[in-house]
């Protein structure tokens, strides 16, 4: 039965490298994205910026 | 319940709810997943025919669960998308979808790796495994075709209606182990005369059924607000090339 633990090893790592990379990237980019939003100046000419 | 949708229609509201409520929610979710894998792999009992293999059920079936439970809230979404043009159920489904996605993907490769010393073989098109299958390809074509659209109110229609028509795939998906003769087990929690698995089995698949549900919670929330700035900086842009 223990050589079978490897199977679960895998499937546990997988799902947790999916969550972990997903969770990651999202706040991640949520903080680059309230960044711009607090350093957009409307009055400046920083369009192609 | 109709006031709290129309209080969150407006996009800075929605910002400053989700703003408080996404942390605690954040920690919620590490909470139930820490107790969960605690259980699930330290804490509960091998299965007397499939041995240690029986832990991938708990992370297997929650997202499983999950990729129904988000395919459901996006039809829901999508019904007051296309009915009462609810901008923010736009913006929900959009960021509903790749969440979605990746439970389907996890379902999926989990399931193959429980497979292949189940049943011997990695892969079997069988009514559970396709549907599921197709799920997920709804799920990349929902994600393809919102983005697809420069008009973004455009995008979120076609999205809606993709979805109202994926809909029909999840009774399939519940049922098809009932209707055909499948390798895939039949429903032994969600089932109509109770469940058939041991109380020392079902603590683990609960708790991280909780977990990734606030998962899918938390990260909805985030990728909502990411979404609001990005529309938000849209507007910014359109705005300064005016006094420009």
Not at chain 2, 159 to 172: E, K, Q, V, Y
Request: charged share 10%; net charge positive; glycine share 4%.
């Amino acid at each position: 039965m223990y050589q079978h633990l490897i199977f679960v090893y895998s499937a546990y790592c997988f799902t947790f490298c999916v969550l972990l990379v997903f969770g990651l990237n999202s706040i991640l980019v949520f903080i680059k994205a309230n960044k711009n939003i607090d350093n957009f100046d409307v009055e400046s000419d920083n369009i192609n910026t | 319940m109709n006031n709290i949708f129309n209080f969150l229609a407006n996009p800075s509201r929605f910002r400053i709810f989700a703003k408080n409520i996404y942390p605690f929610s954040l920690i919620i979710m590490l909470i139930f997943i820490f107790i969960g894998l605690w259980f699930g792999l330290f804490n509960s009992p091998p299965d007397y025919q499939q041995g240690e293999t029986v832990r991938i059920m708990y992370v297997h079936v929650p997202a499983a669960w999950m990729a129904m439970i988000v395919y459901f809230s996006m039809t829901v979404m999508s019904i007051f998308s296309l009915v009462w043009r609810h901008p923010l159920a736009d913006i929900l489904a959009k960021c509903s979808a790749p969440i979605g996605a990746m439970f389907t993907l996890i379902a999926l490769v989990t399931g193959s790796i429980w497979g292949k010393p189940t049943w011997g073989t990695w892969w079997v098109w069988d009514a559970r495994l396709t549907s599921v299958f197709i799920l997920f390809l709804i799920y990349m074509g929902h994600i393809v075709l919102v983005r697809a659209f420069e008009d973004e109110y455009k995008g979120a229609r076609a999205g809606a209606i993709l979805t109202l028509f994926g809909a029909f795939n999840l009774p399939i998906i519940k049922f098809s182990v009932d209707w055909w003769n499948t390798l895939h087990q039949p429903a032994s929690v969600i089932k109509l005369n109770g469940p058939s698995i041991h109380n020392d089995m079902m603590v683990p698949l609960i708790l991280m059924a909780f977990g990734f549900l606030f998962f899918y919670f938390s990260f909805l929330l985030i990728n909502a607000q990411t979404e609001l700035n990005h529309r938000k900086l849209k507007k910014l842009f359109i705005k300064q090339l005016n006094l420009n």
